[in-house]
């Protein structure tokens, strides 16, 4: 009898899989070059200075914290990186390892 992996696990070896064999790049860390989270706050880092406050508007739910490269999580994460970091949400809250301050705000 064949012993079949969750469809999860399924799903995500075959994209890993697709993703080695069209962005070759994805083999040294995990993510390509044309992953625009990576570039965006690698440009938030390079800009953001340790006495700066960030305001994160539209900032989720966090569900962020559950990436799997810890690059790119490290690079999102700018709590010690910056004075304070707050955020503006209509979202539910959720794990919030990235802030000194959260407030929700309603949406009309």
């Known amino acids: 009898m064949e012993k079949h992996e969750p469809p999860r696990a ?3 070896l075959m994209t890993d899989r697709l993703m080695e064999r ?3 790049e ?3 860390g995990g993510f390509t070059d044309i992953d625009g989270t ?3 706050y690698l440009r938030v880092n390079a800009l953001a200075a340790s006495k700066d406050v960030v305001l994160d508007f539209g900032c989720g739910q ?3 914290a559950n990436d799997p490269l810890p690059i790119r999580l490290g690079l999102r994460v700018l709590k010690d990186k910056v004075s304070k970091v707050m955020a503006l949400t209509s ?4 794990r919030r390892i990235s ?4 407030r929700p705000f309603a949406s009309r």
């Open 10 to 12: 399924q799903t995500q």
């Open 22 to 24: 069209f962005y070759h």
């Open 26 to 28: 994805s083999r040294f």
């Open 38 to 40: 990576v570039a965006f």
């Open 62 to 64: 966090g569900t962020y």
């Open 91 to 94: 979202a539910r809250v959720g």
């Open 99 to 102: 802030l000194y301050k959260f």
